[in-house]
């Protein structure tokens, strides 16, 4: 256990006038005590290639300095995550980056690690960091971490449309669904008509911006009011 410690050595001998001899002990055990928040994180669905990141607080609670390796992920995909502070980092191709590596900590100090979640590929992703240090009781210690990366795909229905013969100065509408069917939230910012004739074209409903959960649709609605006679052509973006 820690704490303060004391023993006494007795030494027996043929001395006549000191015999036993006592000699006194005293000491005091110290321990490095690690503990880590949050214990582990979820990135939830992430849009691919927006990379958030996660500190990880590194806490000494013992008496002694707690010395860290070099921070590890470890995992089936590991290689969707990198440490970008505060440790090395160790995926299927062990790298180090600048200024990164092992760490000590000081009784009743702290450090941070920070993880970022980079998939480079569309899924659920998951690994683990692992931090292996002198705490006697806890000297590997593995916080899960996973994520899903995710990708809106933009598909138009009709992707083309001819509103036929229309007399000046009437009016025709017609609607353009726009799909996700991608696995991620689909943000359009802008619809636009442009082209030879698009001052006789006009979005009336359904404008942008909008957004577009995965799996759903959004009506488009683009009004035709020819102004002089002939064949009109434009085309919405």
Do not use: C, W, Y
Request: aromatic content about 6%; hydrophobic content about 40%.
């Amino acid at each position: 256990s820690t704490g303060a410690k004391s023993a006494t050595l007795r030494i027996a001998s043929d001395d006549p006038d000191e015999n036993p001899t006592d000699a006194g002990l005293d000491g005091t055990r110290i321990v490095a005590d690690i503990a880590v928040q949050p214990t582990g994180h979820d990135f939830g669905s992430v849009a691919l290639g927006s990379n958030p990141s996660q500190p990880f607080v590194v806490r000494n609670l013992g008496s002694a300095v707690l010395h860290v390796a070099a921070p590890a992920l470890v995992g089936p995909d590991s290689t969707s995550f990198s440490i970008s502070g505060g440790g090395s980092s160790f995926g299927m191709a062990p790298t180090i980056a600048s200024g990164v590596s092992s760490f000590a900590v000081a009784p009743g100090d702290s450090h941070v690690v920070t993880v970022t979640f980079a998939a480079t590929t569309v899924g659920t992703k998951s690994a683990a960091l692992r931090l292996t240090s002198d705490d006697p009781d806890e000297a590997t210690l593995d916080f899960p971490l996973s994520g899903t990366a995710v990708l809106p795909e933009i598909a138009v229905h009709p992707t083309t449309f001819d509103f036929g013969a229309v007399l000046v100065g009437d009016s025709l509408d017609h609607g353009f669904v726009v799909h996700n069917v991608g696995s991620g939230a689909l943000s359009v910012s802008a619809t636009t008509l442009f082209g030879p004739n698009a001052g006789d074209f006009a979005i009336v409903t359904g404008a942008a911006p909008f957004s577009i959960a995965p799996g759903d649709s959004h009506q488009v609605s683009v009004r035709f009011t020819p102004s002089a006679l002939g064949s009109e052509s434009a085309s919405l973006q």
